[in-house]
């Protein structure tokens, strides 16, 4: 039995974007407005410094920076998870040692990037950081970035440990989650990542999600989750339709990451354009914005109207 707090970490979690400054620095002001923005909409947490964070583009200051500012703003609020995969086991432990002093929840990593590492280099790269705090530590999976597979073997001796309370699962297979989710037990948290299966995740065994997609439409997942709570299964699943019609447009642009913060800044939260290589939205894709956004407010205000 995990001595956590798990149920602190159920539920919808965004995966928080970053913000930057028309200089491309981190904007500490920006980070603090977006976070409260995202405590108001009454989702359960934020997941700092992951893919949607750009945190693999930054460098260590950088991340510290982000995460001291959602932190302070939010951190008596909700759950925060401090992403702190890096290429170097040693950054990844040095934000580990930070996320702990400054009060984050958690911390989670992916395996260390670039290099095709063995299951032993990774377990060793997640022991390294596990062992370096009292934070409970959420495993990242998600290998069409890392290249890693992580087998159910791994997880299940990594699970075995206290300080390690479940997996972010980013792979598309849905039968995995379900694995790991055997193989971890009912006091193991598998979070669901692909935004697009988010009710299939919650249906086959996830005890919640962690999606980057959320952030531009928080009421949305907010009421699929509470339709799948209720056993309003037809109404949840209608709702994931039409949350999948607006993804596959949002994954239409340049890059995911500069339409979602497009969308952001013409509600008023100016994270600044996506780091490079990753590409922001152009002149002449903002009019596609401006008429997705006005659709992702029109459902939002349906499903405020029936209820969250």
């Known amino acids: 039995m995990k001595s956590y707090n798990l149920d602190r970490f159920k539920g919808i979690i965004i ?55 959602v932190v ?88 075995a440990q206290e300080k390690v309370i479940g997996v972010k699962i980013s792979a598309e297979s849905t039968f995995e989650l379900q694995q790991f989710k055997a193989a971890g037990g009912e006091d193991f948290l598998v979070l669901n990542g692909p935004d697009e299966q988010y009710l299939a995740g919650r249906s086959i065994g996830a005890d919640g999600g962690i999606g980057g997609t959320y952030g531009v439409m928080p009421e949305l997942f907010l009421h699929i989750e509470n339709c799948y709570a209720q056993g309003k299964m037809a109404e949840a ?38 780091r490079m290589p990753l590409l922001p939205v152009g002149e002449t894709d903002l009019p596609r914005i401006h008429a997705l956004n006005e659709r992702i407010l029109d459902f939002a205000a349906q499903v405020k109207g029936e209820g969250l």
């Open 15 to 69: 995966a928080m974007y970053s913000c930057y400054d028309v200089s491309g620095e981190i904007d500490l002001a920006a980070a603090r407005r977006l976070a409260r923005y995202y405590a108001d909409s009454g989702v359960k947490g934020l997941y700092v410094g992951g893919s949607s964070g750009e945190g693999m583009l930054q460098s260590v200051i950088e991340r510290k920076l982000m995460l001291e500012a």
């Open 72 to 159: 302070s703003e939010v951190g008596d609020e909700l759950t925060i998870i401090a992403h702190v995969g890096a290429p170097a086991t040693r950054d990844s432990v040095e934000l580990a040692l930070h996320a702990e002093k400054i009060g984050a929840h958690a911390v989670s990593a992916v395996p260390a990037i670039y290099y095709r590492l063995s299951a032993s280099s990774v377990e060793a790269h997640w022991q390294a950081i596990i062992d370096s705090t009292h934070l409970p530590f959420i495993i990242y999976h998600i290998p069409q970035t890392t290249g890693f597979q992580l087998s159910v073997g791994l997880l299940s001796k990594m699970a």
């Open 237 to 274: 699943l209608k709702w994931q339709f039409i949350v999948n019609a607006l993804i596959v447009e949002l994954l239409s642009f340049p890059s995911l990451y500069g339409a979602c913060k497009a969308i952001l800044k013409l509600r008023g939260y100016d994270t600044g354009e996506p």
